[in-house]
């Protein structure tokens, strides 16, 4: 994932508020269909998020600092989003062939799309969770000039 740089506006209290300006490169990001980074910069638009202050950073009203959102938080999502559906769909398959033995063609695509719908009622669901979304927030990598962190 690209990191995107924002400039810092305010900070209060162990929270900082970030500008962003900076459009992303890859235009399946900005379009939203990427990685992620699209969450950080809307198009051309600017974008005020809050970010608590990682602990023992220091950032000052106009510093520039990159931002992304943790890899491992992105696969979270992906897998259910993705994944889980597609688990879902495989466990009722197996399920019923082994109570059913033998299925028919249109009993398996039933199955196979009921465990689909449960997969993905179960993602959102989950995604939908307050908690969840907390991990889609981005965290301060570093300051703009700094090498990575």
């Known amino acids: 994932m690209e990191s995107v740089v924002g400039r810092v506006c305010s900070v209060q209290e162990g929270v900082v508020t970030v500008i962003v300006d900076s459009p992303v490169s890859c235009h399946r990001c900005a379009s939203g269909k990427g990685c992620g980074a699209g969450l950080l910069a809307a198009g051309q638009e600017s974008k005020q998020i ?32 993705y994944g889980l559906p597609l688990v879902s ?7 019923a062939a082994i109570f059913g033995n033998a299925l028919s063609d249109l009993t398996g695509a ?39 962190v």
């Open 89 to 95: 769909m495989l466990v009722f398959i197996g399920a």
């Open 50 to 81: 809050e970010i608590r202050i990682p602990a023992g950073m220091v950032l000052h009203t106009g510093e520039q600092v990159r931002l992304a959102i943790a890899s491992a938080d992105l696969l979270r999502a992906a897998f259910l989003a």
């Open 110 to 148: 039933i199955v196979a799309i009921a465990g689909l719908a449960a997969g993905i009622f179960a993602g959102r669901r989950i995604l939908k969770r307050d908690a969840a979304c907390d991990l889609l927030v981005p965290n301060i990598e570093g300051l703009a000039g700094s090498p990575n």
